[in-house]
């Protein structure tokens, strides 16, 4: 169904009545948003897999609870997803050491692959460090390439305002360079 | 005059940082049998439906005689090939 169709205060209202339909049609419209930040969270596409779903599914069951405080429905999602994501780094670290550096399997959107096979190393690199950095600011980065946000609706979905988001990013760039030090990836121009 | 190259460079090291952001960071698309699957897992009754759904007396009783009805079958059937295999 078309975008303009969608009203997102109705659909929201019948899905927590209990309308499967309703909350099918939020399903479509999130899928790949939280499938992208666990996917990017994990590094692993099973595991992205198991997790989208289970946001989903616990979404659905709470959806009843679901109350509109002014933040966007995506921020009730993605809560779910970061504390889903939290808990399987703490299961994994329990069990064995998580490995991360496994490469991005899918293709990106409007990407010729050739092109992907020759970045992909240092891309494999900037992944390794991003996933090193706290939650956070891992969520930033998410939100701000993946997801192409601007720094206010970042801010809504992290409860933090717009200054803070923008302070955030400034001082997670910083650390990513400073990070780089070691490694190959060139930041003085090709 | 040589802070300001410093600074210079360090905008161009965060410039540069971004871009190379926003080619490690992009967004990709699930694949449809994923996306298929997943839908499918949503969509498989939670457990408090089941039990509200064989809560109705009716309902019970419906699928107490289809069982028991298919059970009656099925050895009718199986009764019947032994005989006839017996009696060769």
């Known amino acids: 169904m078309p975008d303009t169709e969608f009203n997102e205060e109705d659909v929201l209202t019948r899905a927590s009545q209990g309308d499967r339909d309703a909350f099918g049609r939020l399903y479509e419209r999130y899928i790949d948003r939280i499938f992208n930040y666990v996917y990017y969270r994990t590094g692993n596409l099973h595991d992205a897999e198991d997790l989208t779903a289970r946001v989903f599914q616990r979404a659905m069951n709470h959806i009843k609870n679901y109350t509109d405080r002014g933040v966007p429905f995506s921020a009730w999602l993605y809560r779910i997803a970061h504390n889903l994501v939290a808990n399987w780094h703490r299961d994994r670290s329990r069990r064995q050491e998580i490995p991360i550096n496994e490469v991005p399997v899918l293709t990106s959107k409007g990407d010729h692959p050739e092109k992907n096979l020759v970045r992909s190393q ?3 690199a900037l992944l390794r ?8 600011r891992q969520n930033l980065l998410i939100l701000k390439f993946v997801e192409n946000m601007s720094n206010a609706e970042i801010g809504s979905i992290m409860g933090r305002s717009e200054g803070a988001v923008k302070s955030l990013y400034h001082r997670t760039l910083l650390a990513l360079r400073d990070q780089l030090g070691d490694q190959k990836i060139n930041l003085d121009g090709e | 005059m040589k802070r300001s190259t410093e600074t210079a460079n360090k905008e161009a090291q965060l410039f540069a940082l971004e871009g190379h952001l926003a080619d490690a960071l992009k ?6 049998d994923l996306v298929v699957r997943m839908r499918e897992r949503i969509r498989f009754p939670q457990r408090e439906e089941i039990v ?3 809560g109705g007396w009716k309902r019970l009783f419906l699928i107490y005689g289809g069982v028991m009805s298919g059970l009656l079958v099925t050895i009718t059937v199986a009764r019947a090939f032994f005989y006839f295999l017996g009696k060769r």
Request: hydrophobic share 30%; no cysteine.
């Open chain 1, 122 to 124: 240092e891309e494999d």
């Open chain 2, 27 to 32: 967004p990709i698309t699930p694949p449809s």
């Open chain 2, 52 to 54: 509200f759904r064989l």
């Open chain 1, 129 to 136: 460090l991003i996933r090193r950095l706290p939650p956070e």
